[in-house]
């Protein structure tokens, strides 16, 4: 997989994104594997990279060390997120415990950046609404306290209806947020794999979506033009409506979203850009 995932970086490289985000696993399990991954990426590429940060089930010292030791190795932008809570975080009936002397929520986990160096902070955003949240009302109260916080961006849950990202966006400009609101993307690599997804954020998965990749779990040469058509069309759609950023969720895949990259008419500058 760590190849997988480096094979990746250097096939997308040549693209120039804005950013690549690392992400780990659930209350940070692979923390140390990603903080190595992240050495690697800034000393061998020319990539801006912004790792996730969470504070599920961690003091406040320890994370904000993790942020000093990335700022040390020259990382100025960062994702921060609660991040999945585990049962040692989860009370008898379900309900998530903040660490007692952690950073309770991932607001209060942006305030503390802030304060901890310049960094640019990118946070999560739910158009349907985070499953813990109560409701997309209570989202947009959320997000609107991590940007007061000094979030500058708020990367979106993927969603494959373009109706509800507009009027998501639509809603935190009605409420006074301000940061960017970048749709995320994602390319179905695997469609039991985006139903598993899709059932533990909230994410709505349309019929017209499954009648797609219905019958080809034995065809993934078939699935993989199909996975591609969906992103570039959804992609063409957020477009037509002014919309020019996009977060791509690659799952440690490069295929995908370099030819959806490339139908879109972004293409390599290799004299720009290039891996050691």
């Known amino acids: 997989m760590a190849q997988q995932l480096w094979q990746s970086v250097q096939r997308l490289a040549p693209l120039r994104p804005s950013f690549v985000s690392v992400t780990y696993g659930a209350d940070g399990s692979t923390r140390t594997r990603t903080h190595e991954f992240v050495q690697r990426v800034l000393k061998e590429t020319e990539l801006r990279v912004a790792p996730h940060l969470t504070c599920v089930g961690?003091?406040?010292?320890?994370v904000l060390q993790i942020a000093n030791a990335y700022w040390q190795l020259g990382v100025r932008h960062l994702v921060?997120?609660?991040?999945?809570a585990p049962a040692a975080n989860l009370s008898a009936d379900g309900r998530y415990l903040p660490h007692p002397g952690g950073f309770a929520y991932a607001s209060d986990l942006v305030r503390g950046l802030r304060q901890a160096g310049d960094f640019e902070?990118?946070?999560?955003a739910y158009p349907e609404g985070h499953p813990e949240s109560g409701g997309v009302d209570a989202d947009l109260e959320n997000l609107r306290r991590k940007v007061d916080a000094g979030a500058r961006r708020a990367i979106t849950?993927?969603?494959?209806?373009?109706?509800l990202f507009l009027r998501y966006r639509d809603r935190c400009a009605?409420?006074?947020?301000?940061?960017?609101?970048?749709?995320?993307?994602?390319?179905?690599?695997?469609f039991p794999q985006l139903l598993r997804f899709a059932a533990r954020c909230g994410a709505t998965v349309p019929?017209?979506?499954?009648s797609r990749f219905d019958g080809l779990d034995d065809d993934p040469e078939t699935r993989r033009m199909i996975?591609?058509?969906v992103a570039i069309e959804q992609v063409q759609r957020l477009r037509q409506h002014g919309i020019d950023e996009f977060h791509f969720y690659t799952l440690n895949r490069a295929e995908l979203a370099y030819a959806i990259c490339h139908a879109l008419g972004i293409r390599p500058r290799s004299n720009e850009a290039r891996v050691a």
Do not use: M
């Open 227 to 229: 996975a591609a058509n």
């Open 80 to 84: 921060a997120l609660r991040g999945d």
């Open 157 to 163: 849950q993927f969603f494959f209806e373009t109706d």
């Open 174 to 190: 009605a409420a006074g947020i301000k940061a960017s609101i970048v749709p995320g993307i994602l390319p179905i690599t695997r």
């Open 58 to 62: 961690a003091a406040r010292e320890e």
């Open 121 to 124: 902070v990118s946070v999560a």
């Open 207 to 210: 019929d017209w979506l499954r």
